[in-house]
């Protein structure tokens, strides 16, 4: 007995029962909300942070401005409780610094007794130059080396990968010094005092950049070689097209999805990474701040500083998201 | 030096061969790998001519050198390559010492060159058109506007509906039918007097196959040279009209296409043609014989259910719906019946998507259906919690398309065979053992494969494994998804074969599923056709395959390439020319 089923209407498979908001928009949203908790979180331990610390806070604010430590009189603590809220519960600090968070209020440093944002706003600027140009020099150095050297011969590519584990592992404090060696001092093409011209950054910017560089690269050459072997890349070949235009048109982009993740990171490593490169270089920024804040035990700039890289973090990663998106537009509907 | 003949001023092209230009000339090619010294020849003496408007056919299994050969021909063998040719002649260049400049200006404008699955095939990050488009630029073909009006014409020759849409779209967003003709269409861009087709529509189901074997015939009958590559004679079959056989390096046989299909003098060519399976083949072996003496074990008899005569496995009315992406749910199954008895094959055909593979994991109780009921020897089997499945689920196995990702590739094969003997079944190690040697024997296996690793077994040896640990647990069901579909031609025959031997010394039963009508018309007792996760017809395999009833049976009958040279495949009009739908981005 044969069995036939007639034809029926294409879409009656399509069982239409569609969410509410569209896959895109919904995972927009979830990625707001996880990043809003992401900076609650970071807020909150800076909060507790200063809770938990030994001593009475108002002593210690005494004390940082002075510059002295003695015991203070309850005249003294009551006028300093008052300005800063201490005496109120827990709860009720929380709260009003949650509320000053929301209101862009970071609250009022101990030693210099003026806001916080205004401490750090006046420096931040310095210090996201740094990181931006870290950045663009990594990826500059980083896909040179990469499509030069990346699916060549034996020697050729070992030679590309040994350079990259050592960069990545190259310290930057010791790197730095070797760079102001060399180039301030020795050959004498950059200052030595960094300073904020544009001359001033290339050295700062390079201690971040190279083991950056060698790092990401050591992800990006994986994914290359497994490109370069793609169906894709013959037919491109087949087309007529050159080595060096099938690295750097076709390959490429299917090889920088990990180091583009790895900039996310990075962003907030960098600032991170700052302190130290700023401190070798003279350089004004977020890191000189910070230094001095944590002599001094400030503890609204050291909080301030901890929200703003939580914040940079946040930032950062929802643009990795985006670009991953835009390299590859698979993703849009996976 | 030879002069080439203006095609527009000879008197009628299908005069006779003789009259045609010689395209390409390839005279006594040898290229062999070299590593550490040593070259290892892998083709050896190939001589062809490929005149205009002719189509010359290289076959052979993977390994035969054939792919080697093409891509010679665009000078794109590989770094460690040793090229030694009497001559290889394009018109009147001379290709055996061309600077990589001149090898760029040649290919893609003077050769065209298009490889298997558009899907890894055109770069998938990019849309279509812009890949099309990339071949223009290269060889500095007209100015930005004029490029891409060009795309849209060669989309459209090629057989896109609405090429401004899906000239905009990813690979991924377009159909197999679709985005394999994108791929045609990027290699002809620049109307190329030679086009390479290394393998165009293996990977391919078979109505988006005839559709690519028609394009190819077209683009033929227009003046186009084709170098066409395969494993499979009965895809080159009505298109060639050269064939050379290759096994090993070496050219077997050569001749025209009606010597070689109707009258091969070599065992090897003789042997391609048998294994081609078909309705006509049911009942036959398709490969020589192998010295692999029948083993008889007692350790297969399933003596708890023995007595059991009623269908060993009963679907009724399964249904199984997934989510798209966008948020959209789709029916994957959609009411799906069918019964099993014993000894026998149930044959299960549809292209991909059509729901198919889903009926075979829902029939392994790996999926749960929304909807249905599926019994096993009679009891309850998709109802019941895994945990009492367990007990009957040494009675049910399966065998899947590729086994090496269903191997660990750290465990070598007596690893494998081991583990997949039933627990307790064996009370020593020695019993243990003497059974996966027993395995081994089945399945047509030396012993010497028990200490290799699923990377150092040939794709055959593979499939065998597999199976003989599919047989580990004696059961009375074997699921076969798509288990010869990844293999070329002899070596599918060897695996079928050994199929047919298994199921008649264990009274097996198989449900058979597959997207390649040869195959499912050579071995199923009977068969269910799918479509969109619908059963549109059952019946007996000749039923199906002699008076199927309706359309797209039809369809897909007309779309199967057969050896016979003067079939020429059918596409309904309705697969030529896909609706606009089709492929659209979700």
């Known amino acids: 007995m044969t069995r036939t089923l007639s034809s029926r209407p294409a879409d009656a498979a399509t069982a239409a029962r569609r969410p509410i908001l569209s896959p895109r928009v919904r995972r927009i949203v979830e990625k707001l909300v996880a990043a809003a908790v992401v900076l609650w979180g970071a ?94 020099l990594a990826w500059v150095l980083m896909i ?80 290359f070689e497994r490109s ?63 230094i001095t804040a944590v002599d001094s035990q400030d503890l609204p700039v050291v909080t301030g500083v901890v929200v703003l890289v939580a914040a940079t973090y946040v930032v950062a990663n929802l643009l990795v998201d985006l670009a991953y998106t835009v390299i590859d537009p698979r993703m849009r509907n996976s | ?37 040593t070259v290892r020849p892998v083709v050896r003496n190939v001589s062809f001519n490929l005149e205009e408007g002719q189509c010359v056919a290289i076959v052979g299994e993977s390994g035969s050198g054939k792919s080697v050969t093409a891509r010679t021909l665009v000078g794109l063998t590989g770094q460690h390559a040793v090229v030694d040719a009497g001559g290889i002649r394009l018109g009147d260049d001379d290709l055996t010492a061309l600077s990589p400049k001149r090898w760029r200006s040649i290919r893609g404008r003077r050769i065209g060159f298009i490889l298997q699955d558009a899907l890894v095939s055109l770069d998938p990050l990019r849309p279509v058109g812009k890949e099309i488009e990339e071949a223009l630029t290269l060889h500095g073909w007209g100015d930005r506007a004029s490029r891409k009006r060009k795309v849209l014409d060669l989309l459209a020759s090629v057989g896109v509906p609405a090429p401004r849409n899906r000239a905009r779209q990813r690979p991924d967003e377009l159909s197999g039918g679709l985005r394999q003709r994108a791929l045609i269409a990027s290699a002809i861009a620049l109307d190329p007097e030679i086009v390479i087709a290394d393998e165009p529509t293996t990977a391919l189901d078979v109505t988006v196959q005839a559709q690519v074997l028609l394009l190819l015939e077209d683009m033929k009958r227009r003046g186009t040279s084709i170098l066409l590559i395969s494993h499979d004679l009965s895809v080159v079959a009505h298109l060639a009209d050269q064939i050379l056989v290759m096994s090993g390096g070496e050219v077997v046989e050569q001749g025209t296409a009606h010597s070689i299909l109707t009258d091969p003098q070599h065992p090897y060519t003789q042997g391609l043609i048998n294994a081609v399976p078909s309705r006509d083949t049911r009942g036959s072996r398709l490969a020589p014989a192998r010295e692999v003496a029948p083993v008889h074990t007692a350790a297969h008899a399933n003596d708890d259910h023995a007595g059991f005569d009623g269908p060993v496995l009963e679907a009724t009315g399964l249904v199984k719906h997934f989510t798209a992406p966008d948020g959209s749910r789709t029916a994957a199954v959609n009411d799906v019946s069918f019964s099993l008895g014993r000894g026998e094959t149930l044959g299960i055909v549809g292209e991909s998507g059509s729901g198919k593979s889903t009926t075979a994991r829902i029939a392994l109780a790996l999926e749960n259906a929304d909807a249905g009921t599926v019994r096993l020897l009679g009891q309850d089997w998709s109802a019941i919690p895994e945990t009492r499945r367990r007990r009957l689920r040494k009675q049910i196995s399966v065998v899947y398309q590729d086994p090496l990702s269903s191997f660990d590739p750290r465990w070598n094969t007596e690893r494998i065979l081991l583990d997949s003997l039933p627990a307790g079944a064996f009370a020593t190690a020695a019993q243990r053992r003497e059974r996966v040697l027993a395995l081994l024997a089945q399945v047509g296996l030396p012993d010497s494969v028990l200490h290799r690793f699923p990377l150092q077994l040939s794709g055959g040896q593979r499939q065998r494994v597999a199976i003989a640990r599919a047989l580990a647990p004696s059961p009375s069901i074997v699921v076969l998804d798509e288990a010869v579909s990844a293999l070329d031609v002899s070596i599918q025959a060897q695996i079928l074969d050994l199929l047919v ?72 009009p309705a697969a030529s020319v896909p609706p606009a739908t089709e492929g659209s981005a979700p």
Not at chain 1, 119 to 131: F, H, M, N, P, R
Not at chain 1, 169 to 176: F, I, R, T, V
């Open chain 2, 1 to 37: 030096m030879m002069t080439i003949l203006d095609s527009s001023v000879l008197p009628g092209i299908g005069q006779g061969p003789a009259a045609r230009p010689v395209r390409l000339s390839v005279n006594n090619l040898n290229v062999g790998f070299s590593h550490h010294g």
């Open chain 2, 501 to 572: 031997d298994l199921q008649r010394q264990f009274g097996l039963s198989y449900l058979f599923i597959s997207h390649d009508l040869g195959v499912i018309s050579h071995m199923s007792d009977r068969v269910l056709v799918m479509k969109d996760g619908f059963v549109v017809e059952s019946g007996t395999a000749d039923q199906i395959f002699t008076a199927p009833a309706h359309p797209y049976t039809k369809e897909l009958l007309g779309a199967l390439p057969t050896l016979d040279e003067n079939h020429s495949v059918s596409v309904s």
């Open chain 1, 228 to 290: 370069l072997t793609a169906p894709f890349i013959i037919t491109a070949r087949m087309r007529g097209m050159s080595d060096l235009n099938i690295r750097l048109r076709h390959v490429l982009r299917h090889a920088i999805l990990p180091a583009v993740t790895l900039s996310g990171w990075a962003i907030g490593a960098t600032i991170s990474g700052a302190v130290i490169v700023e401190s070798l270089f003279t350089r004004p920024g977020i890191g000189s701040v910070l």
């Open chain 1, 144 to 223: 040179f080396w990469v499509t030069l050297t990346a699916g060549r011969g034996t020697k050729i590519r070992a030679l590309g990968s040994g350079v990259d584990t050592v960069t990545a592992g190259l310290p930057p404090y010791w790197l730095g010094i070797l760079l102001l060696l060399v180039f301030a001092l020795g050959l004498g093409w950059f200052p030595v005092i960094g300073g904020t011209g544009v001359d001033g950054i290339v050295l700062p910017a390079l201690t971040l950049a190279i083991p950056l560089a060698g790092f990401m690269g050591q992800a990006t050459r994986t994914e």
């Open chain 1, 43 to 136: 807020a909150t331990a800076a909060f507790l942070a200063q809770i938990a610390l030994p001593g009475d806070r108002a002593t210690t604010i005494l004390n940082v401005r002075s510059g002295q430590t003695q015991l203070r009189t309850p005249e003294e603590l009551a006028s300093i409780n008052a300005e800063y809220g201490l005496q109120n519960p827990i709860l009720v600090q929380y709260l009003d610094y949650v509320g000053g968070l929301l209101r862009g209020d970071l609250g009022v440093s101990y030693q210099q007794h003026r806001p916080v944002w205004g401490i750090i706003s006046e420096q931040v600027g310095a210090t996201l130059t740094l990181t931006a140009v870290t950045l663009v």
